[in-house]
């Protein structure tokens, strides 16, 4: 099965340095993807740690001032093979989708 590719309509220009030009070739060679498609699943990486970086201020005491306490920044990543009940829902998800559009298709 061919994957549909996303319609993408923003366009970023960035400056970046010869260092991580080089970081993104590289990982561009290593996935079979132009650097341009690494960059931008580079940025949503670093999207979603922002957003978890935010979420865990919010998990804080009320009564702690991150300002004034020191702390630092923890980022983990793991790749983990799926569970057998994972794989089981997504399974049913897909079927969801391919049904509604089967539907949308017939109307």
Same mark, same amino acid.
């Given at each position: ?9 923003? =366009? ?12 993104? !070739? /590289? ?21 979603? =740690? ?34 057998? /009940?994972?794989?089981? !829902? /997504?399974? !049913? ?13 017939? /109307?």
């Amino acid at each position: 099965m061919t994957e549909k590719k996303q319609q993408l309509s923003g =366009v970023l220009n960035l400056r970046i340095d010869d260092a991580l030009a080089r970081e993104v !070739d /590289r990982i561009a060679g290593v996935e079979a993807t132009s650097a341009s498609e690494a960059a931008r699943k580079l940025l949503g990486y670093g999207v979603e =740690v922002q957003r978890q970086i935010e979420a865990s201020y919010l998990r804080l005491p009320y009564n702690l001032d991150r300002e004034t306490v020191e702390g630092r920044l923890v980022i983990e990543a793991a790749w983990k093979p799926y569970t057998q /009940r994972e794989l089981w !829902d /997504r399974e !049913d998800a897909f079927e969801a989708q391919l049904s509604d559009a089967e539907d949308r298709a017939s /109307r």
